[in-house]
């Protein structure tokens, strides 16, 4: 693996980051969306069986919400069942644009509490979380301050977002999952803009195993891509391995550097995958995302996006922006020189 972080790329992080921090009133809208206050997600299953469908479609409309659909309130139990259901909800199906796919959670409670946050955190509009004792589902939403939040479809709980232990839903019961795999509708309402398009990411990685890289990066009409850079930090935010390309093409393959990023020789531990991308313009695109190494099953995303994903650590930066401009920058800076020192 190579270990060292070349300087071009501890250059570029910084310029990134202060880029955020001057332009902040121009986040992308995604960034400012709280799904945390229910503007209408949330619903009951119609009838007995359908938690599963129900849980669903929930996820489907707070993720066209996202994507700034205007009718993701018509996404409903009813609608999504033509595509989703074949006498329970099949583990891979497409609805509008937006590809649902199926995975499956370690047997040990704190890995499985681990790979829930992190996914969680790689999808806003949450998860369908499956509990086989029950057995039932619900909508996963979020992990806030130590807690994790649901939205039930169960007629005898508590409607709207609630804590999960007030569900009948329990993290040691639940065994697998749903979740948005690829979403179309960001990259198709702005398809001039710098993208990723089909990237995969990793969420669980089984040691020894690794990951293919696949997906594109793309320019916008008329420009190029000068570089692209991939990197795996370690939990204590501290470089294990690095990746460069300068395409000098308005594509780019992420296949051209999967033998450099080899996600099978990493050991078990937590880890942060990051991606930046820059044009001809001097436009950058950044993409972070946490995953684990673990004997768990493995699970993969893919991530389509015409705008700065909400990774957590750039988040994390932008809040302590709005808290405070100063210490915000001081914190910022700190933690991209940590990363290389």
Partial sequence: MNTAA???FRKKLLSLVLTLVV???CLPAALAVDLNVDAGFYFKQSRGGTCTLASAAMMLRRRAYLDGLTDWTAVT????????WANGLSHSFTYKEMQVGYGTLP????EKIQTLITLLSQHPEGIVLYDRRQPHALLLTDYTNGTFYCSDPAGNISSGRIPLENSSVSINGSSCYWYVASDHNAVESSPDSLRLEGMSYPINIHAGKGMAMTGTANAALGMT????QVAVLDE??????TAQASPNAAGFSFKTLDSEIRFGELPAGSYTYMVIVTDSNGDNLCFTSDFTVSDGSASTGTYWSVKDTE???LLDSIQEVQDSFTSATEST???LESLFH
Avoid: I, Y
């Avoid at 139990?77 to 989703?84: G, P, Y």
């Avoid at 891509?225 to 692209?228: A, C, E, I, M, R």
């Avoid at 204590?236 to 391995?241: A, F, G, P, S, W």
């Fill in 77 to 84: 139990e009813n609608s999504v069942r033509s595509t989703a």
């Fill in 6 to 8: 070349p300087s071009h």
């Fill in 23 to 25: 332009m902040l009133t």
């Fill in 333 to 335: 800076l700190g933690w």
């Fill in 311 to 313: 990774g957590a650590k």
């Fill in 107 to 110: 047997s040990r409670k704190q």
């Fill in 236 to 241: 204590n935010d501290q470089t294990v391995v």
């Fill in 225 to 228: 891509l000068t570089d692209v």
